[in-house]
Structure formats: structure tokens, C-alpha cells
């Protein structure tokens, strides 16, 4: 066989790889910028039409439109399509959680990590959460996707409870209850949608209330004080800056910012007062 052909095929196949990964992630963003929008009744075809491809690549890529949503939901979660394709313990800021050596510290990080998700994704999970009742797929996609945050939560709660981190009055089963019940969508919004609280105001809460509830040691109290600037300079260390206002959860540029959890761009949500971005205007500046 003709050398030259031989060393094209690894690097066709690369690009080929690559050409799918790109496709696969110019789907998932045309599907939430649509399901914002319109919601989850958007028609399939009306999605492959925005992200450039026939409606039978989005059903051979994600098998179904609840598959869909779900790579929606996950990439959200992440912060964008790109990141979700790595390994929840590899993202920067659960890295930041993992290698913290004070469970303080952890704790007030990981709570720290809970308002962008919820700002990014709360959107299509209230969509979600509103559809389930009348949607058996819907039903069953929201089941999935809470056993998989009661999953990592319950590694999280190990991963304490290893450290001697757990209180001795308390199993690691009922911490993931605290843990999975005090982190939810449904106590952000009522705290920081129905409230009116500030996001800082709720994951300094979210930390003291976790601390109290399930963990050793004194109260967050030394954390909230004198602990900031070390949790901060460890943000810094991941690429991270203090709070400004940034285009949205997938600004371009790479590398996870702490700024975008904290968005301006704003994108209706139905049936609230409230704006929050979710998805940037799609442009060139795509992850490749």
C-alpha cells in the first residue's frame, strides 16, 4: 500500500472525529437556544435547520428528543458542550473541590459552584419540572437526571466522610439528603427567584447551612470571614476572577470563568419577573 495513503488515513479520521464533535456541539447549542425560546415543543427539524444539518443527524447523534434536551441540560450544567464531553471530576472547579485539603474550604467551594449552574440550567429544568406530569419520556428523563445529581453528591458526601469531615451523628446517606434537598433548583428559587436574595447572600447560606447540618467543626462563621480570600485565590488558580458582568455562560475564550455563572445577557424566563442568560448569541467563536 502506497505510504502516502497510509499516513493520510490517522489524520482523516482525526478530522473526521473532529468534524463530529463540532457538529454534535452546534446542535446542542441551536437546541437551547431554541428550547429557551420556545420551549421544549419546539419540532426537531426546526432544530437541525438552526444548527446546520438534516433532522436525521440529530436523531443519529442523540437518539431521541429527550436525549437531546438532556445533552442541553448537561452542557448547562458544565457550562458549555465542549466541557461536558470531560469528566465531571477533570472540570477546573471540581478539581478546585477536590484538591482543597480543608473540608471547610470544600464545602464553601462546592457551594460556591451551585449558583451558576442554576442560573445556566434552571430554565429548561423548570421547563422540564412543568412538562413531566403530562410526558412519560419527560417523567422518566427527570428521574434520570436527578439520580445523576444524587450520584455525585453522594461521591461528594464520600469523599468528606473519607476525610473525617461527617459528623459522628450523621449517616453519608442522610448528609446526601441535606445535601441533594438544600442544593436544589427548587430552594434557589425560593430563596433567590421568590426572595429576591443575592447569589452571594445564597451560597454564603448554602455553605453555613451544609456546615451546620452535616459536618464537623465550627460553624462557617471562620470560612465566611477569613477563608474568602484563600477560596478566592483558588478560583484565580483555575482562571477564575472576581464577579463581573460577563456575555453569558459560553463566552468565548476557552478556559471557565467564575464571572459566568453570574451572566448579564438577559433571556426571559415564562411565568417570572426574573431575566436570566442562558445561552450567548452563537457566533464564530465556537469550542473546537
Do not use: C
Request: aromatic share 8%; no cysteine.
Amino acid at each position: 500500500m502506497n505510504e502516502a495513503v497510509k499516513s493520510r488515513r490517522p489524520y482523516e479520521s482525526r478530522r473526521r472525529k473532529e468534524q463530529a464533535e463540532q457538529t454534535r456541539r452546534d446542535v446542542v447549542m441551536a437546541a437551547g437556544t431554541l428550547f429557551r425560546e420556545r420551549g421544549y415543543t419546539v419540532p426537531m427539524p426546526e432544530i437541525a435547520h438552526e444548527a446546520g444539518v438534516v433532522v436525521e443527524t440529530v436523531y443519529r447523534i442523540f437518539g431521541t428528543k429527550p436525549g437531546l434536551f438532556r445533552a442541553v441540560v448537561e452542557a448547562l450544567l458544565a457550562g458549555d458542550p465542549a466541557r461536558a464531553e470531560v469528566a465531571v471530576e477533570e472540570r477546573p472547579a471540581i478539581r478546585a473541590v477536590i484538591e482543597e485539603p480543608d473540608p471547610h474550604h470544600k464545602v464553601a467551594l462546592y457551594a460556591a459552584t451551585q449558583p451558576g449552574i442554576h442560573r445556566r440550567a434552571g430554565p429548561l429544568l423548570r421547563a422540564l419540572r412543568d412538562a413531566k406530569a403530562s410526558d412519560p419520556e419527560l417523567e422518566k428523563l427527570w428521574a434520570e437526571l436527578e439520580a445523576w445529581r444524587r450520584e455525585g453528591q453522594a461521591r461528594f458526601v464520600e469523599h468528606l466522610a473519607q476525610r473525617g469531615a461527617l459528623r459522628r451523628d450523621r449517616t453519608a446517606a442522610e448528609a446526601s439528603d441535606i445535601l441533594w434537598t438544600l442544593s436544589s433548583l427548587a430552594v434557589y428559587d425560593l430563596l433567590v427567584v421568590d426572595r429576591g436574595w443575592t447569589t452571594e447572600l445564597y451560597e454564603a447560606w448554602l455553605a453555613a447551612a451544609l456546615h451546620e447540618s452535616s459536618w464537623t467543626g465550627e460553624w462557617l462563621v471562620r470560612t465566611i470571614k477569613s477563608g474568602k480570600a484563600s477560596i478566592r485565590e483558588r478560583h484565580a488558580e483555575f482562571g477564575e476572577g472576581p464577579r463581573r458582568r460577563a456575555p453569558g455562560p459560553f463566552a468565548s475564550g476557552g478556559g471557565y470563568r467564575r464571572s459566568d455563572a453570574y451572566a448579564a445577557t438577559p433571556a426571559p424566563v415564562r411565568g417570572s419577573s426574573t431575566t436570566i442568560a442562558v445561552f450567548p448569541e452563537r457566533s464564530a467563536a465556537q469550542p473546537s
